[in-house]
């Protein structure tokens, strides 16, 4: 895992994909996004690493769910 942070945002480099938003004790947490390396795509609310709260994922095909989220799921 490798980070960068600016003023703004973080990027983490994972390696099933890049985390570009706020992190807390170095793992994705409050608003960011994903962009994942098999072309999925998620931009919502993260809580300890774990995708939590209302969010939008776009999978590889372009089908789009968009609400709430719990525990990466």
Not at 18 to 26: A, L, W
Not at 42 to 52: A, E, F, R, S, V
């Given at each position: 895992?490798?980070?960068?942070?600016s003023?703004?945002?973080t990027t983490i480099i994972f390696n099933d994909g890049?985390?570009?938003?706020?992190?807390?004790?170095?793992k994705p947490h409050g608003s960011?996004?994903?962009i994942?390396?098999?072309g999925e795509l998620?931009?919502?609310?993260?809580?300890?690493?774990?995708?939590?709260g209302f969010g939008e994922h776009i999978d590889a095909n372009g089908k789009t769910y968009?609400?709430?989220f719990q525990d990466g799921k």
């Open positions: 895992m490798t980070t960068a942070t003023q703004q945002k890049i985390y570009i938003g706020e992190i807390r004790s170095g960011g996004r994903k994942y390396k098999n998620y931009t919502g609310y993260w809580k300890d690493g774990q995708i939590t968009e609400g709430d």
